[in-house]
């Protein structure tokens, strides 16, 4: 989970989701009461839970590092595959509106001649 989350582009996913919840919940005050109860909600499930589950996990501690070395190895991989998860959403947003204008502009040129 660590290392989806130091992806480049979740990483930046993530701000900007953070960004624009805090920024609504700040401007809408009934928004904010929601919230706020949402959130108190999630962490007393996330308390319960995480009680409950610790028996469990350290139960299956040797299976879970087997199956987080596999995932990361995977990512690994996929990263490589997949250069654009290195890049923040701005910059693949802004790569993608460059590569459409430029198709375009090409498409519209080989029309007009």
Do not use: W
Not at 72 to 82: F, R
Not at 83 to 111: H, M, W, Y
Request: include cysteine; proline fraction near 4%; aromatic fraction near 4%.
């Amino acid at each position: 989970v660590n290392q989806v989350a130091n992806l480049t582009l979740i990483s930046s996913a993530c701000d900007m989701a953070s960004t624009a919840y805090a920024s609504t919940k700040e401007s809408h005050r009934y928004v904010r009461s929601m919230c706020d109860a949402a959130e108190k909600g999630v962490k007393s499930v996330t308390e319960a839970t995480a009680s409950c589950v610790h028996p469990v996990l350290t139960t299956l501690e040797p299976h879970v590092a087997a199956a987080s070395e596999y995932a990361s190895k995977g990512l690994d991989k996929l990263g490589e595959k997949l250069p654009f998860l290195q890049k923040p959403v701005e910059q693949i947003i802004s790569d993608t509106k460059e590569l459409v204008s430029s198709r375009v502009a090409d498409a519209r040129d080989s029309v007009s001649s």
